[in-house]
């Protein structure tokens, strides 16, 4: 399996050029089960995490098929169709393709919500070959008229898990329905929670089955560490590892949209540049707020989960949980943001008491303990025990079996029932 190329896949020469150009020289172990089943023309059902490979392992045999095939794209149609949970994914299997594909005269463009469409109108007025879309904006263009799906011969469904996570499964399933029966399709996920094997059973037909995942649940290049620290020490916290220089790009997630607002407003406020990205900025804010993160203009990116799959930055040397994920899976798609393309990172959680609970659901996740470090935080820079502004979790309150009939109130205490 070491010795296998991209050439001996049965990749095609502008194809393999593309690769050279941007020094892929050995590919993954799931882009080499699945290109030659694709270029078969099987149906894929591929059971993967992020960063793995997997758009290259979808994306190479379709620009493959669809340049062979030499067709043109219906008025408002698209040969192909990608589906994508979130923009920022949608928009990086653009950007990939795109560069896979410069030597091939394919027409690519991309459908999502949180900016206008009279762009995305427009580029659909010739049809393209390969047409990229999150569920909920391309139904809203479906229904307008402006963009036909009958001749769609090439399907994939990207993340089918985090599709389910956000609600988008049943407009999944619509889309579907609208689709030719007869075509290629692929779906991927790295989980198969039972709506997804529903949809496994609708969308393919016989597909060849390709299970990778990393050798463990996360990288072993990355050094995770954890610091207890009480929930109003932690921006003191965080200012102060920030003064290392060698915090050199940084992402620092949150659970909520609020508190990536506040813990980026007192970055900027501490001297940091910082921005942060989650589900309530605009679809130009996000794009310009990655921008000046790759170029690295800003330093540090603080995010929502939105960020944890398909944003794809080279050279991320920490990522820090400023709040611990309440789902252990989403401690691992965090902390695969640094260690990549062959380089290594350090995660560093801080953990609150009240979030032990997730910090031990995240250790039995990833079967083995997080290494425990204490900070160097100077006393001065503690806050006083009434100064807590970010909300604490709260832990589900325990019922009252002593008294079955009296139960806890939302605002404390008991009430009858």
């Excluded at 003064?243 to 407003?265: G, L, P, Q």
């Excluded at 350090?346 to 079967?367: G, M, N, W």
């Amino acid at each position: 399996m070491t010795d296998t190329t991209f050439a001996s896949l049965g990749l095609a020469e502008p194809l393999l050029r593309a690769l050279a150009t941007e020094n892929y020289t050995q590919p993954t172990p799931i882009q080499v089960r699945a290109i030659p089943a694709l270029l078969a023309g099987r149906d894929l059902l591929g059971i993967a995490q992020t960063g793995t490979g997997k758009t290259a392992a979808f994306g190479l045999p379709l620009l493959q098929r669809l340049a062979a095939a030499g067709q043109r794209p219906d008025h408002r149609g698209a040969r192909a169709l990608i589906l994508a949970p979130t923009r920022e994914l949608a928009v990086q299997i653009d950007v990939s393709l795109r560069t896979y594909g410069r030597h091939l005269n394919l027409r690519t463009a991309v459908i999502l919500g949180g900016v206008s469409q009279n762009a995305q109108v427009n580029a659909m007025k010739h049809g393209v070959d390969i047409l990229v879309a999150t569920p909920g904006r391309l139904l809203d263009l479906v229904k307008q008229g402006h963009i036909r799906l009958d001749g769609v011969t090439s399907l994939i469904v990207d993340e089918a898990d985090r599709m389910l996570d956000m609600g988008f499964i049943k407009d999944v399933r619509r889309i579907v329905a609208m689709l030719p029966r007869k075509r290629h399709s692929m779906l991927f996920s790295a989980t198969m929670p039972d709506d997804v094997v529903k949809l496994v059973g609708d969308m393919l037909v016989t597909p060849e089955r390709v299970e990778v995942s990393p050798p463990k649940k996360t990288a072993d290049r990355i050094d995770q560490r954890v610091i207890h620290i009480e929930q109003k020490d932690k921006r003191a916290l965080l200012s102060h590892l920030l003064r290392d220089e060698a915090f050199k790009r940084v992402i620092v997630f949150t659970r909520t949209k609020h508190i990536a607002n506040r813990v980026s407003d007192h970055l900027e406020k501490a001297g940091f540049s910082s921005d942060a990205i989650h589900g309530n900025k605009s679809q130009n804010a996000r794009q310009r707020a990655l921008d000046n993160f790759k170029s690295g203009d800003v330093r540090v990116l603080v995010a929502t989960d939105i960020a944890a799959r398909g944003v794809d930055v080279d050279g991320v040397t920490h990522v820090i949980n400023f709040e611990l994920p309440n789902e252990p899976e989403s401690y691992v798609h965090r902390i695969g943001r640094t260690a990549r393309a062959g380089a290594e990172g350090i995660a560093i959680s801080f953990c609150d008491p009240s979030e032990r609970v997730y910090l031990r659901d995240i250790e039995r996740l990833v079967k083995s303990q997080i290494a425990v470090v204490a900070h160097d935080l100077p006393a001065g820079s503690l806050a006083p025990a009434h100064a807590s502004e970010e909300r604490r979790p709260q832990a589900p309150r325990e019922r009252n079996y002593k008294n079955p009939k009296r139960r806890w109130s939302p605002r404390g205490g008991r009430r009858a029932a």
